[in-house]
Structures are given as C-alpha cells and as structure tokens.
C-alpha cells in the first residue's frame, strides 16, 4: 500500500524560503518517478515538479523553474522540494505524489493526475 507522508511547510514571508519532504513507502521507491503538486482553495491542481526515474529528468513549470528544486534519496525513500524566492502566489497546500510509471508524461503535470498523494502540507507566503 502506498503512503505518502509531507512535511516541512509553514509560514513563510516573501523572497523566503522552505525545503519540503515526502516520505514514501509501500512500493519499491527507487524504481518510480515522483513529484510535487499544489492546489489552492478554490483552485484546480498546479503541477509543482517531477523527477523522472529512468534519467533523473526533472520537470517545473516555467515559473517555478528557477525558484523550485526536486530531489530524492533513494537510500532512505525520501523526496524534497527546496523552494526558494517565494511569493504569496505559491500559497497552497503541497502534495507529493506518485502515479506508480517510470517516466513523468506531461512534463511538470506528471503528479497532477496521479492515483497515490499524501495529505500535503500547507505553505503560506505572507508578510
């Protein structure tokens, strides 16, 4: 059974920034893309980050692709997301997630759709 565990979120005044992560387990973690999306209230899901698992490819939105990093450690099945330069717009809850495939089809919207995420965690940009 997959499970999805995020932490590290919070609040965080513009230009900060907070190093997000998924604990994963349940499936064989290394051999699987993983990523991040966010959905505001109100909001439809926002693809956030994906990191292939054949190549090591990640994938952002061109808005976040400066500011956003993804990483994983396949040693301990942990996934990060290091966001930097935040800005009240990046308000949302943050899920981590898995559609259990090797490859992040669509890019950034690899997780979007995905059939496993964790319950998120909120981050919030504000003075």
């Known amino acids: 059974q997959v499970r999805l565990v995020e932490s590290g979120g919070g609040l965080v005044q513009p230009g900060g920034s907070l190093r997000l992560a998924c604990a994963a387990s349940?499936?064989?973690?290394?051999?699987?893309?993983m990523g991040w999306f966010r959905q505001a209230p109100g909001k439809e899901r926002e693809g956030v980050a994906c990191?292939?698992?054949?190549?090591?490819?990640?994938y952002y939105p061109q808005s976040m692709k400066v500011r956003f990093a993804i990483s994983r450690d396949d040693g301990n099945n942990m996934i990060y997301l290091q966001m930097n330069n935040l800005k009240p717009e990046d308000t949302a809850t943050y899920h981590c997630?898995?559609?259990?495939?090797?490859?992040?089809?669509?890019?950034?919207?690899?997780?979007?759709?995905?059939?496993?995420w964790g319950q998120g965690t909120q981050v919030t940009v504000s003075s």
């Open positions: 990191l292939s698992a054949s190549d090591g490819s990640a």
């Open positions: 997630a898995t559609d259990l495939v090797v490859t992040c089809p669509g890019g950034p919207n690899g997780v979007v759709s995905a059939n496993n």
């Open positions: 349940g499936f064989a973690f290394k051999y699987y893309a």
